[in-house]
């Protein structure tokens, strides 16, 4: 093949490529955008924590680390779901503290969270932890919350738990 066929031929193909760049770009980019838009027209729910929620977990809340949380946390949440009245009493720090109808009662012990565990997750306080975006959780000295309040949990006197119910926060 003679320089000129092959420079002809380079020239070309240079040609053509770049004419078909722009039209795959345009092509990605309209994609993208689609992806885009399909994202934020539905919000994906967030498993997991703030990278300040991290922080705080064990700068402010006192926890160890971050999984002594979220394997607490998730176990919690498997209880609830399955009523597995045990699992839910061995995640409970005694006494527990019980709000409703505006008076405080105490549950002295795990045989006492289990004959009134009906009582004391109530529907409201059930759906509060189902329904708690990891990265909605709020986290202070006090330990963390769950939903406007309908549960509190910490570590007490070295072992994570739930210390406190609300039933009252929709009434």
């Not at 994906?44 to 402010?60: C, G, N, P, R, W």
């Not at 609830?80 to 002295?108: D, F, G, M, T």
């Not at 309040?149 to 570590?155: H, L, P, R, V």
């Given at each position: 093949?003679?320089?000129?066929?092959?420079?002809?031929?380079?020239?070309?193909?240079?040609?053509?490529?770049?004419?078909?760049?722009?039209?795959?770009?345009?092509?990605?980019?309209?994609?993208?955008?689609?992806?885009t838009t399909t994202q934020t027209?539905?919000?994906?729910?967030?498993?997991?924590?703030?990278?300040?929620?991290?922080?705080?977990?064990?700068?402010?809340?006192?926890?160890?680390?971050?999984?002594?949380?979220?394997?607490?946390?998730?176990?919690?949440?498997?209880?609830?779901?399955?009523?597995?009245?045990?699992?839910?009493?061995?995640?409970?720090?005694?006494?527990?503290?019980?709000?409703?109808?505006?008076?405080?009662?105490?549950?002295?012990?795990?045989?006492?969270?289990?004959?009134?565990?009906?009582?004391?997750?109530?529907?409201?306080?059930?759906?509060?932890?189902?329904?708690?975006?990891l990265d909605e959780?709020?986290?202070?000295?006090?330990?963390?919350?769950?939903?406007?309040?309908?549960?509190?949990?910490?570590?007490?006197?070295?072992?994570?738990?739930?210390?406190?119910?609300?039933?009252?926060?929709?009434?």
């Open positions: 093949m003679n320089n000129t066929k092959a420079l002809k031929i380079m020239v070309t193909s240079v040609l053509a490529l770049s004419i078909s760049i722009p039209a795959l770009s345009v092509s990605a980019q309209a994609t993208t955008v689609k992806a027209a539905t919000p994906a729910k967030v498993d997991h924590l703030t990278a300040e929620q991290e922080k705080s977990l064990i700068h402010v809340a006192g926890f160890d680390n971050v999984k002594q949380f979220t394997g607490f946390y998730a176990n919690l949440r498997r209880a609830v779901a399955q009523n597995n009245k045990e699992a839910v009493a061995q995640r409970i720090s005694y006494p527990l503290s019980i709000y409703s109808n505006s008076k405080k009662r105490s549950i002295l012990n795990k045989k006492q969270f289990i004959a009134e565990y009906d009582k004391i997750m109530t529907t409201e306080v059930k759906k509060a932890l189902a329904n708690q975006r959780l709020f986290i202070r000295d006090q330990g963390v919350m769950v939903g406007n309040g309908e549960i509190w949990m910490a570590i007490l006197d070295n072992k994570l738990g739930v210390y406190t119910i609300n039933q009252q926060i929709h009434q």
